[in-house]
Every structure is written in C-alpha cells, then in structure tokens.
C-alpha cells in the first residue's frame, strides 16, 4: 500500500522559510510523477509545483523563483523548499503522486489533479 506522509509544516513571519518533506512508502511503480497542491482557508486546492519522471519540474506563477520542488536520488523522499514567505502562501500543502498521470502543466496551471496517491497534508501559516 502507498503511503505519502509530509512534515515540515509551521509558522513563520513573511520572508521566512520552510523546507517540505514527503516520504514516499510502498511505491514500487518505475515511474514517478509528483506534485505539490495547496488549499488556502476557505478555498479549492491549487496547484504549486510538479515533476515529471525525467526529473522536470513546473512551477504555478505565484511562486516561481521562491518555491523549488525535488526528489531524492532514492526517489523516496519529496521535497518543497519554500523561501520568501509570504501570507498568501497560508494553505493545507498536500503532496501526491502517479505512476501514470504525469502532466505537470496541468498542475500549476488550476488542475484536475489526478493522481492516484495523497498525503495527509501540513499546515503552512505565514504572518505579516
């Protein structure tokens, strides 16, 4: 069974930074398409970052050159590292996976989000 479970969720102050992990259990598909999709208070889920099974990765306008999305060479562990904070970026951030639906544009372009797999999420509060 697949298990996605994230950490490194918190509060900061804006400008701050945050480095989100998911570990990945029970995968044992060759191919690996991720992404991170948040959900702000009071609002549907969005897209934040991708990457595809060749390593490529995508970003939603609203947080390119902040946000860097990667994956370990173990392909075990997801990361998120979230710098220049801002209150806007205050959201439930979940990552999911797929070994088949692998459309990064569509994820930090408003979705769907089809994967086959999800963690959990962690809260992110950011503070002005």
């Known amino acids: 069974q697949v298990e996605l479970v994230e950490s490194g969720g918190g509060s900061v102050q804006a400008g701050g930074s945050l480095k989100l992990s998911c570990t990945v259990s029970?995968?044992?598909?060759?191919?690996?398409?991720m992404g991170w999709i948040r959900q702000p208070p009071g609002k549907g889920r969005e897209g934040v970052a991708a990457?595809?099974?060749?390593?490529?990765?995508s970003y939603a306008d609203s947080v390119k050159g902040r946000f860097t999305i990667s994956l370990d060479n173990a392909k075990t562990t997801l990361y998120l590292q979230m710098n220049g904070l801002k209150p806007d970026d205050t959201a439930i951030y979940y990552c999911?996976?797929?070994?088949?639906?692998?459309?990064?544009?569509?994820?930090?372009?408003?979705?769907?989000?089809?994967?086959?797999?999800w963690g959990q999420g962690t809260q992110v509060a950011v503070s002005s």
């Open positions: 990457i595809d099974d060749d390593g490529v990765t």
């Open positions: 029970g995968y044992t598909y060759s191919r690996h398409c």
């Open positions: 999911a996976a797929d070994p088949e639906w692998c459309r990064p544009g569509t994820v930090v372009t408003g979705g769907p989000f089809m994967f086959g797999h």
